[in-house]
């Protein structure tokens, strides 16, 4: 797998050193789980390698870090997931969980990077994406980089005690990437 590169940014995959204490820190940090299904549980440096292990492992996802080019610092993670081979499609997900890293653009950077990697390199035809309702900074990156809203799941996970529902969007290979930054 090579590395993937933006402006300020690379993603590499993940390997077991990278589960460190920073990275459970952000996993169990509800500020920055709130929109991730790790906050059901908490998280540990062998279950994080486990992460780590099983995405590796499974031929239809491609899990890499998100890892500042100055200073080299983990800040996030994201994902290539669900391929499907047959129908040529995949899902992309991602968090930044480096606090100090929000508001930057940096998720804008990432999307448009996996996205375009995903198809010309993964030969894609189509990737999807979701984000919780209340999750409209990740809704505004996902349009901003050229992801079409395509429907609204209603009351779709419980989140906090009440119901959220969910936005769907995606991308088709040969629509306009557009660059966030």
Known sequence: MSVIETKRLYLRILS??????DYVDWLNDPEVNQYLETRHSIQSVSS????????????NAHLYGIFLKEGKKHIGNTKIGFINEQYARGELSLFIGE???WGKGLAGEVVQALTQYSFESLGLKRIEAGC?????????????TGYTLEGFRRSHISSGGSRQGCF???????EHIKNEA
């Open 16 to 21: 077991d050193q990278d589960a460190t204490i």
């Open 48 to 59: 994080c390698k486990a992460f780590i292990k099983q995405c590796n492992e499974d031929r």
């Open 99 to 101: 606090k100090s890293c």
């Open 132 to 144: 919780y309702e209340n999750n409209l900074g990740s809704l505004r990156v996902f349009l901003k």
């Open 168 to 174: 769907v969007l995606g991308i088709i290979n040969g």
